[in-house]
């Protein structure tokens, strides 16, 4: 049973732009289907992980709007640091599914249950994992991973079940 989404940042939650304002600020764009989906995933009781190589406050500020327990920032070894997220959860990768689109989130994706990519993903994860989703990262990618999931667990009425 999937209890743990970890969720790569740029080219997954987001599209991957990465956009300076005069001032220097970084502007980013989620998608609120994500977040819906992400935040009904909590309410399930089930936990979710961002390990994201970069470091932005708006990714922090993201997180905590959603409720994401795990959220680990300019981090190079993603596997590592979803290990020590398994020991401290008492999961296993047999318990992960993760989504990633580039080759710094390979061995992460490698090692989980069920591995997802955008469509967009590079060439070496999309040959790496068991699912390249139909929708591009930032455009409801982590929604369709949630949902496929969901369908492969017979989780989909307790989801609705949140709101209906």
């Known amino acids: 049973m999937i209890e743990l989404l970890v969720l790569d940042v740029d080219g997954c939650l987001t599209d991957g732009s990465i956009t300076y304002t005069q001032n220097g600020d970084e502007i980013k764009t989620f998608s609120v289907k994500d977040g819906l989906a992400i935040a009904t995933w909590i309410k399930m009781g089930k936990k ?3 390990i994201t ?14 409720k994401i327990s795990y959220i ?19 999961l296993s990768y ?11 989130d390979y061995h992460m994706l490698k090692n989980s249950k069920l591995s997802f990519t955008p469509k967009n993903g590079v060439k070496h994860i999309q040959e790496l994992v068991d699912i390249i989703l ?3 990262g930032g455009d409801g990618a982590v929604r369709e991973m ?3 999931i969901l369908e492969k667990e017979g989780l989909t009425q307790r989801f609705l079940n949140q709101w209906v």
């Open 48 to 50: 979710v992980a961002i």
């Open 146 to 148: 949630i949902e496929i």
């Open 94 to 104: 047999e318990n992960v599914a993760a989504i990633g689109d580039d080759l710094n």
């Open 134 to 136: 139909t929708k591009e």
């Open 72 to 90: 680990y920032q300019g981090i190079e070894d993603k596997k590592t640091k979803l290990e020590a997220i398994l020991e401290d959860a008492h």
């Open 53 to 66: 190589g970069r470091n932005s406050s708006i990714v922090t500020r993201r997180a905590k709007e959603l």
